[in-house]
Every structure is written in structure tokens, then in C-alpha cells.
């Protein structure tokens, strides 16, 4: 366990919460040598909110240089560095880790009655390492930005010479850290969940990280080798991926996307967990369809696997390829449609409060919807020759990535925020933010759509002016977006210093973790809960069904 | 005869589109419903309801059926864009960083611009030299990529005479987004008058032609010519200069 027998105080009054708990270690080093869950969960939500800050700062700047054909503000060069550095950053440092590294760390173990996740010291491991390529990556900038796009495709990765070995290290070294967490979360949840809790007793927040542990263990290692190639190609010239060399660029493609694209599926699924705990919570019943949506986990989990041949249906592929992946990935869209139809089904008859965690993720459902449904153009074979490479492509994964994960990493951090920092935020404030911040993302994203059926290209420095009125409406919305994000992140903030005390909990929730004191204890239970009821079971409830 | 290409593959975007916009609006519109109805003021008191076995069958069968419906669609349109009329003329091109070179089959002409007969059967192989690029008409609703130690195809039949734009659809460096070539449609006798001209006579063309694009909506033809570029883009930034010295052994 976390800090071997250390009980925690009986008595509910006198509860040390893990803030204030007194370790070996004091001030700075009590969080970094912490094998805590709960702290190691904080360290990586501050590290990665200055992350994603960093991200949206550069994608401001592409967006400014958008504004106007031809040159606005920067050079072509440092434009692809931008963009690079944008999708590695967001891709790998906030993304794929977000939900499962922040939320997974420091509610899951509590969801499922367990005093840490099973290999404590492993978990601050992952941490540093973590930390490691995320440096690694911001040095990488200082020393020879790459401009490769975040997909580091071959011959060209190979043949530039901005440093992408260093890039494609740091990314290298982010994926043990993702694996090393995978590993440590499917382990806590087969051996450390509470006294009758099974399964099929489990949040689905913990379904999510429990799918997605096993992406992470099972596809990460394939892109760590894919990276480690290319940096020897690089070095050594070992002529595996090089053309010249008597190499298969289409090999790297193959490779990369065997991880890449299940990497979206780490990133969604634990975040579609947090929306069913949120919208129980919020209408006051169990979720509809507890276990088609926790199966529908395991099944997107399982099919995402077998569709990365889509991202390359022109690459020159055979067409048998392309044919059965374009099938393959249409079978991925049923059990994501599902869950929506789930989710809303959920709402029925329930008596629903829409608090802001609450509007965060209704505006999920209606903004991932159309990501969700975009995706099936890209999907069919003919309608994603004329799309693939264009900006119906950025718009479509904007809209999965950052209108999924994102809208939903900010959801958990309002759901969340009483329980782990103990205050609440100014409720009000928080749903303008909301508000805002949805304008503006259609704004800058579904102009995207239009200009993608039209033909202009992605990573494009310049464009041809017929596409200017689309780019200016989408860069004057992204200062809208921005707004919403800021004013969203200040309003939480000053929740922190001068918010009200949050009770146990606020929000009449039903899973365990709003069973301990907020903030939790350093071992969260004084004694471990015996669990005999569904998550979301309520007592008092009226039975009905759907026959009336 | 077969389906022309373009309004096939824009028949399979507008099913689908409209499918989705319906599936959207549905679920949009169904939980702003459940929302206004079922909140915490109009229904106090929430109910136990766990779920629906015929519901659950229905919403996973039904889409079932519709996305292979669109599946369908879209290997049709596939089929036709992939099986190469046996007749087709074949234009070979080459991508390198950052310009297209076009040529044709009897005289070995080379050429900046792609020109090719009206409504004839097009099948271009092709090329790379040195990176991965993607040869797209957005116009014609054909892309395909160019990889450097393979031959990629596709083909295409213009139906009508003009301009249009084709890009490089494939991330390939510093002026990625200035690698642009223009596909002329002439009639067949202007076409086999203009073949016949001295080979490589037309290379000596500056790259900088394929910034002059069709302007106005890329998706219409027959535009007029506008300079989208402001300037040339002189300067060679360190990312390239290992090109040059490489492309040698690239080459085969």
C-alpha cells in the first residue's frame, strides 16, 4: 500500500485530509516522491494543464497566421514547426494521457473502494517519466523544431534535418509511461476492487479506464519500436522504411497507425466513462443500459484495433486492404452510436439538474455527435479519396479529439473539483464558460468541413483566396474559444482560493467516491466499503419501465 | 457506360450527409426534449429505469443496417474508381519537392502542366522522388498518393474543357502548400497538335506557373486566373539543403 500501515484517524471530525497529512517527506518533496494517487493525479493535472496551454498558444498563432493568404505573420518553416509541435504536444502530452493519468489516478482507485492503485511506486515511475519526455519534447523545440506533422511520416522524418530524433524520443519515452500506467490500472481494477463489487458493479467511468488500459498495454509498444526505427534510420540508415535504402514507407504508415489509431480510443473511451457517471448523477437514476454501454467499451476496444488501415486509403494500399478496412471501420461506428443512444435514453424520466459539469457534457453529446458522424464520409471508400488530407479531415478529428476528450477532460474537472480540492467554484460562471466556449469552437471548427469538401489540403502554410472567408471566421472564432477556455480555468482557480467549502458531496452522487470526506484521506477509507448495490442505484426510486 | 466519378462520389457524401444530419438531429433534439420535460423542476422524482433489451436490439441493428448501406455506396464508387478503363491514355507524373512534372507516353514530353484531351479516360501512374506527396483534383474528386519506390494510379475522365487546381495533398516540407499544378482539358485535336511539339521543350517553365491556380471555388471549372501567391517564396530554409545532396541516391 501507499504509505505502508499509516491508519488513518478514526472519527470523521478529526479526518486528516491527504493535503494535510503529514509523510516522511515535507514541502515540495512530499508531492515528488509521493507514491499517493491522489497527489501523483494532481501532479499530472497541473504539468498538463501548462501543457495543453502551451498547445493552444501555438494553434492560436496558426490560426493567426491563417488570417490572410500569403505570408500574415511567420515564415512556411516555422508555420509546419507549429503545427508539428501543436500535434505532438496536444496528441501525446494531453490527449492520450488526459483523462486516464489525471481523473484515472485519483478517482478510479476510490471508485472501486481500493486505499491506491496496486504498484504505487510504478504509478510515480510513470509520473517521471511522463515529466521526462515532456521536457524532452519542449527542449526539442529550442534545438531544431521538427516539421514533420505529429505522424512523423517516412521518407521525409528521415530526410529533414530538424531534429526529429529528439522528438520522436521524447514521444518514444511517453509511451512507456502510458504502458506502465495501463499496466498498473488493469491490475488495481482485477485485484483491488472492494468486498461485492464486481464487474458489473463497477462505475463505467472505471469500464472506460479498464478498456483503455489494455489499448495502452497492448498497442503502445508497437509505436514505441515504429519510433525507435525511425530514429535509427536516421542515424544508422538500417533502410527499413527508407525507399532509397530498399525500404516500405507504406510499412512505417502501417506500423504507426497499428497504434495511432486505437491511441484514439485511449483517449475517448475513459472520457465516455466520465459521461455516464455524470449524466446518473445529474437526472437522479441509473444509466440506461449499464452493461450494453460497459460492453460497448470492451467492443470499441476491440474492433478500434483492426481499423488503422483508414488513414490510408490512398496511400497505395491494396484495394483489398482498403475495402476491408472501410468495412472494419464502419462496425467500429455501431457501438459508439450505442452509447449516445444510451446516454440520451438515460435522460428519460429522470429529473435532471443541469449543473455545469452537467452542460459540459450535454454539449459533448450534440458536438461529438458530429465528429462522430463526419467520421462515416471518412469511412466510405470514395467520399474519403476526395477528403482524406484535407481540412474536412482537421475538422472531423477536432471535433472527436478536442470536442470529445476536451469538452469532457473540462467536464471531470468540474464534476471532480469539489472532491479534489475540497471547494466549489462559481457554478454560474463556469456554464457562460461552457456556452462560450461551444460557439466558438463550431466557429472555428465547421467552417473546416465546408473548406475540406472544397479542396483545400491540410498543412497548408498558404492558401488559394477562395478559402479566406472560411479561415477568417474560423480564427476570429478561435478567439472566442480561447475566451471560454480562460475565463473557464480562472473561474476554477479563484474556486480554489475563495470557492465554499464542498461537502462530502455536492452533487447527491452515487459511487464511492463521494462516500469519503473532500478531500479524501490519505488512504481514502478508513475501512473498506462492501459494496451490495449497482453504481447508480438509488433507494426510493419508483420502478418503472418503458411500457406506460 | 459507367457513372461519372464526380456526382458519384458527391451522391454517397449527400446520403450519407443527409443520414447524419437526421441521426444528429434525433439525438440533438431528443435530449433537449428530455431535458426540458424530465427536469428537476417539472419532475421532481426521478425513475428506476435500468434499460431495454428490444430498444438496445433495435438501435444497434437498425445502424447496422444503414452503415452497410453506406459501405455499399461507397465500394461501388470505389470499384469505379479503381478498375482502370482499359483504353485509358497514361500520363505518367512525378512529385518531388515542390513541383509536379507531367509526361506522356509517344513523344516522352515533359511538362509542368498537366494537359489532357476532353472526355477521355486519363490513367495517371504515379511517381515520387523524393518524399511521400499526394496528387489531388479536388475538382474531379480524385486523389492518390505519390510514394517514392512504388507506382501509384488512378484515372479520370474530364468531362468538360478548363482549368483546374491540382494540389499536393501529402505533407511534404516548407512549400507543401505552394506545390500546386494546373490540369488543362483541351479538345483532342489541340491536344495531339500540342503532344507533338519537341520533347522537353516545355520544361524550361518556371515551377512557379503551378502557383497560378483557377481561383474561385477549386471545386467549378473554367475559372479565371488569378495569382494567388503574393510572392515567390526564394529562400531555402536548412530543413531542404540535406535534399540536395541526397536526391541522388533517391533517384533510380
Known amino acids: 500500500m501507499a504509505n505502508g500501515s499509516i491508519a488513518v484517524p478514526a472519527g470523521r471530525e478529526e479526518v486528516v485530509d491527504f493535503y494535510k497529512h503529514e509523510s516522511k517527506h515535507k514541502g515540495i518533496m512530499s508531492w515528488l516522491l509521493t507514491v499517493d494517487h491522489k497527489r501523483i493525479g494532481l501532479m499530472y493535472l497541473v504539468v498538463m494543464i501548462g501543457f495543453f496551454l502551451t498547445a493552444m498558444t501555438l494553434g492560436f498563432f496558426m490560426r493567426l497566421e491563417m488570417l490572410t493568404p500569403g505570408q500574415t505573420l511567420m515564415k512556411p518553416q516555422t508555420y509546419n514547426t507549429l503545427f508539428t509541435l501543436h500535434g505532438v504536444i496536444m496528441v501525446f502530452l494531453f490527449i492520450i494521457p488526459g483523462v486516464p493519468a489525471v481523473f484515472g489516478n485519483f478517482i478510479m482507485p476510490i471508485q472501486i473502494g481500493a486505499k491506491d492503485v496496486i504498484f504505487p511506486r510504478l504509478n510515480l515511475l510513470s509520473w517521471y517519466l511522463y515529466i521526462f519526455g515532456g521536457i524532452l519534447a519542449l527542449i526539442s523545440i529550442f534545438t531544431g523544431a521538427a516539421d514533420t506533422g505529429w505522424t512523423f511520416y517516412v521518407p521525409y522524418s528521415i530526410r529533414t534535418t530538424t531534429n526529429v530524433s529528439l522528438t520522436v524520443f521524447a514521444a518514444f519515452v511517453l509511451g512507456f509511461s502510458s504502458i506502465l500506467t495501463g499496466l498498473n490500472f488493469v491490475t488495481t481494477i482485477h485485484r483491488m476492487r472492494a468486498p461485492g463489487m464486481t464487474f458489473f458493479k463497477m462505475p463505467l467511468f472505471v469500464w472506460g479506464i479498464y478498456a483503455t488500459a489494455w489499448i495502452q498495454i497492448l498497442a503502445t509498444p508497437v509505436v514505441g519500436i515504429t519510433l525507435v526505427l525511425v530514429i535509427l534510420e536516421r542515424t544508422l540508415g538500417i533502410g527499413v522504411f527508407d525507399p532509397a535504402l530498399g525500404g516500405d514507407p507504406i510499412l512505417y504508415q502501417h506500423l504507426f497507425w497499428i497504434y495511432s489509431h486505437p491511441a484514439v480510443y485511449i483517449m475517448i473511451l475513459p472520457a465516455m466513462g466520465v459521461v455516464s457517471d455524470i449524466i446518473a448523477t445529474f437526472s437522479k437514476k441509473p444509466i440506461f443500459g449499464y452493461t450494453p454501454i460497459a460492453m460497448s467499451s470492451l467492443a470499441i476496444a476491440l474492433v478500434g484495433y483492426l481499423v488503422w488501415g483508414h488513414h490510408m486509403f490512398t496511400s497505395g494500399m ?58 462515416l464520409v471518412l469511412g466510405t471508400l470514395n467520399t474519403d479519396i476526395h477528403l482524406t488530407d484535407t481540412y474536412f479531415v482537421v475538422a472531423h478529428f477536432h471535433y472527436v479529439m478536442f470536442g470529445g476528450m476536451g469538452l469532457l477532460f473540462f467536464a471531470s474537472l468540474h464534476y471532480w473539483f469539489p472532491k479534489m480540492f475540497g471547494r466549489m467554484y462559481n457554478e454560474k460562471i463556469a456554464k457562460l464558460a461552457c456556452i462560450i466556449f461551444v460557439i466558438g469552437f463550431n466557429g472555428l471548427y465547421f467552417p473546416m468541413f465546408i473548406m ?49 467549502t464542498a461537502p462530502e458531496n455536492p452533487w447527491d452522487a452515487t459511487t464511492l467516491e463521494w462516500t469519503v470526506p473532500s478531500p479524501p484521506p490519505m488512504e481514502n477509507f478508513d475501512e473498506i466499503p462492501v459494496v451490495t448495490k449497482g453504481p447508480y442505484d438509488r433507494e426510493g426510486l419508483k420502478e418503472a419501465s418503458l411500457k406506460h | 457506360m459507367r457513372p461519372n466519378i464526380i456526382s458519384q462520389t458527391d451522391g454517397t457524401m449527400l446520403f450519407i450527409i443527409a443520414c447524419s444530419i437526421i441521426l444528429l438531429l434525433l439525438v440533438t433534439v431528443a435530449m433537449i426534449y428530455f431535458c426540458i420535460k424530465y427536469s428537476r423542476k417539472n419532475h421532481p422524482v426521478a425513475e428506476n429505469i435500468h434499460g431495454n433489451t428490444t430498444l438496445e436490439v433495435t438501435w444497434t441493428v437498425l445502424p447496422t443496417i444503414l452503415v452497410m448501406v453506406m459501405f455499399f455506396y461507397g465500394y461501388m464508387g470505389f470499384k469505379n474508381l479503381r478498375d482502370i478503363p482499359a483504353d485509358a491514355y497514361t500520363v505518367k507524373v512525378t ?118 491556380t483557377t481561383g474561385k471555388d477549386s471545386l467549378k471549372t473554367s475559372a479565371p486566373v488569378v495569382d494567388t501567391t503574393k510572392k515567390e517564396v526564394k529562400q531555402v530554409p536548412d530543413a531542404t539543403k540535406k535534399e540536395e545532396t541526397k536526391k541522388d541516391s533517391v533517384k533510380k
Open chain 1, 318 to 375: 491494396s484495394d483489398t486492404s482498403r475495402v476491408i478496412f472501410s468495412l472494419l471501420t464502419f462496425l467500429v461506428a455501431i457501438p459508439t452510436g450505442v452509447k449516445v443512444f444510451n446516454w440520451v435514453a438515460s435522460l428519460y424520466r429522470g429529473s435532471i439538474e443541469i449543473t455545469a459539469p452537467m452542460l459540459y457534457t450535454l454539449c459533448f453529446i450534440f458536438v461529438f455527435s458530429i465528429g462522430g458522424l463526419t467520421g
Open chain 1, 452 to 500: 475540406g469538401y472544397l479542396g483545400m489540403p491540410r498543412r497548408y502554410y498558404d492558401y488559394l483566396p477562395e478559402f479566406q472567408t472560411y479561415h477568417v471566421i474560423a480564427t476570429v472564432s478561435s478567439w472566442i474559444m480561447i475566451s471560454g477556455i480562460l475565463l473557464m480555468l480562472a473561474n476554477l482557480l479563484r474556486g480554489l482560493r475563495h470557492g465554499s
Open chain 2, 95 to 212: 512529385g518531388q519537392m515542390w513541383k509536379w512534372t507531367f509526361e506522356y507516353p509517344e513523344t516522352k514530353k515533359k511538362s509542368d502542366t498537366l494537359y489532357v484531351p476532353v472526355g477521355k479516360d486519363i490513367k495517371m501512374e504515379i511517381h515520387a522522388n523524393d518524399v511521400n506527396h499526394s496528387f489531388f483534383i479536388p475538382a474531379l474528386r480524385v486523389k492518390e498518393d505519390a510514394v517514392p519506390g512504388r507506382t501509384n494510379y488512378l484515372w479520370f475522365n474530364a468531362e468538360k474543357e478548363g482549368r483546374y487546381d491540382i494540389a499536393c495533398a501529402e505533407y511534404c516540407g516548407m512549400n507543401h502548400s505552394y506545390m500546386y499544378a494546373v490540369l488543362m482539358v483541351i479538345p483532342q485535336q489541340k491536344f495531339d497538335d500540342w503532344v507533338k511539339v519537341t520533347p522537353a521543350a516545355d520544361t524550361t517553365k518556371k515551377a512557379t506557373d503551378s502557383l497560378k
